[in-house]
């Protein structure tokens, strides 16, 4: 059964009400920092698809926001039995991800965890799917602490690498050079890394 053309309604509505918010936030002015800044319909495709193909092991989300790519991520979640912690630092958009969450009837597959990624991924091991979505800044750190606890054939995606090409250069560098991983870059969305755990 296809997990993305047999979407609960209420993960469509979900979806629709926070594609409407971005959308209106990208044009009003709203401040960078306090906009949803989501990824686009065809990378939460795309992230739904690779991950129901990850192997067995742990979901997380480094990134929340208001839970919008969380929602697809939950699709793949429920299609193979896993469940997804996600970790969003603004308490603001932690509690517009837990009322997103709450509509959209994923709490069963979705962990919210309000805080930094970087305090609390040590905790975890045996990641299957890590999708990076934080601040640029963090992007590196990030990677350094995910990448040793996937298991084999764990796949990490992170956004923004050819919009924020200039800015996430030394990263992107890293990633394809890392032995430990097989990595490209794909031109979906505003420009996805994938890596693969060798």
């Not at 050819?162 to 990595?183: C, G, I």
């Amino acid at each position: 059964m296809s997990i993305l053309s047999n979407m609960p309604l209420e993960i469509q509505r979900q979806m629709h009400c926070l594609e409407m918010i971005d959308a209106k936030d990208r044009i009003d002015g709203t401040m960078r920092m306090k906009r949803l800044r989501q990824i686009p319909p065809e990378t939460g495709h795309f992230l739904a698809i690779l991950a129901a193909g990850a192997p067995r092991g742990k979901f997380v989300e480094i990134g929340t926001s208001a839970g919008y790519s969380s929602l697809y991520l939950a699709l793949a979640c429920r299609a193979v039995g896993a469940k997804l912690v996600t970790f969003e630092l603004l308490e603001e958009k932690a509690r517009l991800a837990e009322e997103t969450f709450r509509k959209a009837k994923v709490n069963d597959v979705v962990e919210l965890v309000v805080g930094d990624a970087l305090e609390n991924l040590g905790d975890f091991s045996k990641i299957a799917f890590c999708f990076l979505d934080a601040e640029k800044e963090a992007y590196q750190a990030c990677y350094e602490q995910v990448i040793p606890n996937m298991v084999k054939g764990g796949i990490l995606v992170a956004d923004n690498v050819t919009s924020h090409q200039t800015e996430l250069k030394p990263f992107v560098d890293r990633a394809l050079a890392d032995e430990r991983v097989d990595a490209v870059v794909l031109p979906i969305g505003k420009g996805e890394l994938l890596c693969r755990r060798s």
